[in-house]
T-cell receptor, first 115, second 111 residues
């Protein structure tokens, strides 16, 4: 099976712009989670989608949003970018059943640089 | 969330075994213990998980204490490619539906 794919891999934006990142989960996986990773804060959970519905959400401002499509592909959007949004954004998919606690499979991430 | 304690860093020589400890004294009885690792410039990668019994797979072994308050990831013969940050995740926060990645242990493997 193909792994989790994320596009683009690298992105440079300026403050105030918005950005959309894409994630394609492993075939058959219905749960997609997004994480932000920075040197200072480590890996932080953004939100999780299951069957096109946001099931769980981390502690991030409303500028961070996401959605999931019927084919389980997911996008996350960050509006009004700030310098502090520079990070590696990771997507992870898990299990056909979407059961909590299932093993997560991570993509390579999208590295976003905000200037 | 179950709180975890892992050493910030560890070193190993190539071809030698490595024991990576994790303390999770507040783990609940039904939470699986997952281990992931993150190689440089890559996303985290699943290594192994277990509940009560020791577990083995092609990558590693997981030894779980009888009281489940600690576990140890064992790499039987470290290679240079095992240099990574290793995360011990002892709980799935059912309220938030997320696993909590702490700071992990940075493993350096010396040739």
């Amino acid at each position: 099976k193909a792994g989790v794919t994320q596009t683009p891999r690298y992105l440079i934006k300026t403050r105030g712009q918005q950005v959309t990142l894409s994630c394609s989960p492993i075939s058959g996986h219905r749960s997609v989670s997004w994480y932000q990773q920075t040197p200072g804060q480590g890996l932080q959970f953004l939100f999780e989608y299951f069957s096109e519905t946001q099931r769980n959400k981390g502690n991030f401002p409303g500028r961070f949003s996401g959605r999931q499509f019927s084919n389980s592909r997911s996008e996350m959007n960050v509006s009004t970018l700030e310098l502090g949004d520079s990070a590696l954004y990771l997507c992870a998919s898990s299990s056909p059943t979407g059961a909590l606690g299932e093993t997560q499979y991570f993509g390579p991430g999208t590295r976003l640089l905000v200037l | 969330d179950a709180k975890t304690t892992q050493p910030n860093s560890m070193e190993s020589n190539e071809e030698e075994p490595v024991h990576l400890p994790c303390n999770h004294s507040t783990i609940s009885g039904t939470d699986y213990i997952h281990w992931y690792r993150q190689l440089p410039s890559q996303g985290p990668e699943y290594v192994i998980h277990g509940l009560t019994s020791n577990v083995n797979n092609r990558m590693a072994s997981l030894a779980i204490a009888e009281d489940r308050k600690s576990s140890t990831l064992i790499l039987h013969r470290a290679t240079l490619r095992d240099a990574a940050v290793y995360y011990c995740i002892p709980a799935w926060d059912t309220n938030a539906g997320k696993s909590t990645f702490g700071d992990g242990t940075t493993l350096t493997v010396k040739p």
